[in-house]
C-alpha cells in the first residue's frame, strides 16, 4: 500500500472522529441532560462556559471508534470501553464533586481513611474500566499467539497495562487548568496516528480534539474530568495496543514519574516559565486582558 493511501486512511479516520465529536456537541447543546444550568461552571475570567464539552468528546471518540476500520471487534470494545468509563466517573466528579482533597495522592489518602468522594470513586472506576479494557487490549503472548500469556506474567502485564490505561486519564487531566491546553497535548500524539490498530485509535483520538478545539479556545467551553479523562484512557488504550511489554512498562514509570511531580511542582508555572511551551500554550487562546464581558458603565 502506498504512502498516499495509508495517509488518507489517516484523514478519513481524523475527518470521521472530527465530525462524531461536533455532532455529539451540537446535540448536547440543543437539549443539555439535565438542563444547561447543571453543566454551567464560571472559569477564571469570572465567565460562564459550559462542561457540555467533556460528553461530546466522549460519546464522539465512541461513535469514532466503532466506525474505525482495520480494528479488531475487541479492540475496539476495549478502546469504547475506556473512553466511556473515564467520560462517566469523570462526570460524576464534575456534576457531583465531593470532599476537599485535590490530586491522585489526595484522592488516595481519602480512600485510605475510609472516606469514598467522587474524586475516590473516579480513581476506583477508572482503574477498573482501565484493568477490564486492558484485559480484552493486553497483546498476546507472541506471533501466531490468540490468547495472552498466562500465569505471573500475564497478570503483571495485565497491571502494567491497566495501570497505563488508568494513568494516562489522569495526566491528560491534569493539563485541563487552561482552554485548550489539555486538547492540545492530546493533538501533540498526532505523529503515532496510522492504519495500525494504535495508530488508528489515536487518530480518533486526535480527531476528536480538533473537532473541539475551537469552542475550548474560545472559552465557550471545557472539557472537565468527563473529557479529559475519556481522551486520556482513550491514549492510554492505543499504547497498550501499539507498544511492546518495554515500551508498556517505561510508559508506566513516565506516567508515574509525571503524576508525582505534579504533587510537588505547577505544570502551569513550568510551562509559564519556558518560552516554547507558553507560545504554543498560548496558540489560539485569547490574551489574558481580553473579556467577552461588557465594560462597565460609567459611574
Known amino acids: 500500500m502506498s504512502c498516499r493511501s495509508r495517509l488518507a486512511g489517516v484523514v478519513v479516520t ?60 475487541r479492540l475496539k470494545t476495549a478502546a469504547v470501553l475506556a473512553t466511556l468509563g473515564g467520560g462517566l ?55 501466531g499467539s490468540a490468547q495472552p500469556q498466562a500465569g505471573a506474567g500475564g497478570l503483571v502485564d495485565l497491571l502494567v497495562n491497566g495501570a497505563v490505561i488508568a ?8 493539563f485541563d487548568l487552561r482552554p485548550g491546553r489539555a486538547l492540545k497535548v492530546v493533538l501533540l500524539t498526532a505523529p503515532l496516528a496510522g492504519r495500525s490498530p494504535a495508530g488508528r485509535l489515536v487518530s480518533v483520538a486526535c480527531g476528536t480534539a480538533a473537532g473541539l478545539l475551537r469552542p475550548d479556545l474560545a472559552e465557550q467551553s471545557m472539557l472537565g474530568d468527563t473529557g479529559a479523562n475519556a481522551a486520556g484512557a482513550l491514549l492510554g488504550t492505543a499504547a497498550v495496543a501499539g507498544l511492546g511489554r518495554r515500551g508498556r512498562v517505561l510508559t508506566l514509570l513516565a506516567l508515574a514519574g509525571l503524576t508525582l511531580a505534579s ?34 458603565p460609567p459611574q
Open 263 to 296: 504533587e510537588r511542582v505547577s505544570f502551569t508555572k513550568v510551562i509559564a516559565r519556558t518560552p516554547v511551551l507558553r507560545e504554543f500554550d498560548a496558540l489560539g487562546r485569547r490574551p489574558p486582558e481580553h473579556s467577552r464581558r461588557p465594560p462597565e
Open 167 to 174: 494513568g494516562s486519564a489522569n495526566l491528560v487531566n491534569l
Open 89 to 143: 466517573f469523570g462526570a460524576v466528579d464534575d456534576l457531583h464533586e465531593s470532599g476537599k482533597s485535590k490530586g491522585l495522592r489526595g484522592h488516595l489518602g481519602e480512600l485510605a481513611q475510609g472516606r469514598v468522594t467522587t474524586g475516590g470513586l473516579k480513581v476506583l472506576g477508572i482503574g477498573g474500566t482501565g484493568l477490564l479494557a486492558a484485559a480484552l487490549a493486553t497483546p498476546p503472548r507472541g506471533p
Open 14 to 73: 481524523v475527518a470521521v472522529a472530527g465530525l462524531t465529536a461536533r455532532g455529539a456537541w451540537t446535540a448536547l447543546r440543543s437539549r443539555p441532560p439535565g438542563g444547561a444550568q447543571r453543566w454551567d461552571r464560571v472559569n477564571h475570567r469570572a465567565e460562564t462556559v459550559t462542561l457540555l464539552e467533556g460528553p461530546a468528546y466522549a460519546l464522539g471518540a465512541a461513535c469514532a471508534l466503532v466506525l474505525a476500520p482495520g480494528v479488531s471487534p
